[in-house]
């Protein structure tokens, strides 16, 4: 069965320093896979995503991720977290095997980030 | 351009009273769903549309859950009656195809409906 896992629930940081933010997937088709942010008492928004091409994608507000197939993961990266960045953040994937594939959402991951 | 709007924001009602959310998408995008998001999870697909047709409700809880969407624009979701479990975030969202092509989906800000 296909599902998504992000390992941390929470992971505080202070201001200016990395982060990463760990996901792993389980398929045994082609994915696509997305980051989405949600701010509090906001919809979610697209971070980024991997269709197919570079395993490196960047997104929007200086994120990154990187695909790797052979360990099924998608984590996400930020060199330099501001205090803006505190929300939470969910990784999710389809399946492309077929035309009515749909999105699975992992249980996401909440960035506090401290001054 | 106008985004994915819901309304009520909140909606705070007793066990075993009926319930409706609303949804306006994106105008143009024809792919419409509906999630529901429990505290600390992640959003799960209760129904999704292409244009006025139901594709997929499988998740649907189909006892006391209903949806629709007339006209291929804007839809409802339905719960008659609420239970205390039903307490959540019903998030719309919208996409021009399906979001499994890859395509983006764009997120409402959500209705956060009370049981008690």
Redesign the interface.
């Known amino acids: 069965a296909q599902s998504?896992t992000q390992l941390d629930?929470q992971v505080p940081v202070f201001e200016e320093a990395p982060v990463e933010l760990r996901c792993n997937y389980s398929s045994s088709v082609s994915v696509?896979l997305f980051w989405?942010v949600q701010y509090p008492?906001?919809?979610?928004?697209?971070l980024l995503?991997y269709?197919s091409g570079s395993t490196l994608v960047k997104g929007i507000n200086g994120f990154e991720a990187e695909f790797n197939k052979s360990q099924t993961s998608f984590h996400l990266r930020k060199p330099s977290v501001h205090i803006s960045d505190t929300a939470e953040y969910?990784c999710?994937v389809?399946?492309?095997y077929?035309?009515?594939?749909?999105?699975i959402?992992?249980?996401?991951t909440r960035l506090s980030i401290r001054p | 351009e106008a985004g994915v709007v819901q309304s009520p924001r909140y909606k705070i009602i007793e066990k075993k009273q009926p319930v409706a959310f609303w949804c306006n998408p994106i105008s143009g995008h024809n792919t419409l769903y509906w999630y529901r998001q429990n505290l600390g999870q992640g959003p799960e697909l209760l129904i999704r549309y292409e244009n006025e047709e139901a594709v997929d409700d499988s998740q649907l809880p189909k006892d006391r859950f209903s949806a629709e969407r007339l006209k291929g624009v804007d839809s409802t979701l339905k719960i008659q009656p609420a239970e205390l479990g039903d307490s959540a975030v019903y998030l719309c969202a919208s996409s021009l195809a399906l979001a499994g092509a890859g395509n983006e989906q764009f997120f409402g800000p959500g209705t956060r409906l009370t049981v008690l």
């Open positions: 998504v629930s696509y989405y008492n906001q919809g979610l928004q697209l995503k269709l969910f999710a389809s399946f492309s077929s035309s009515a594939s749909k999105i959402f992992g249980s996401g």
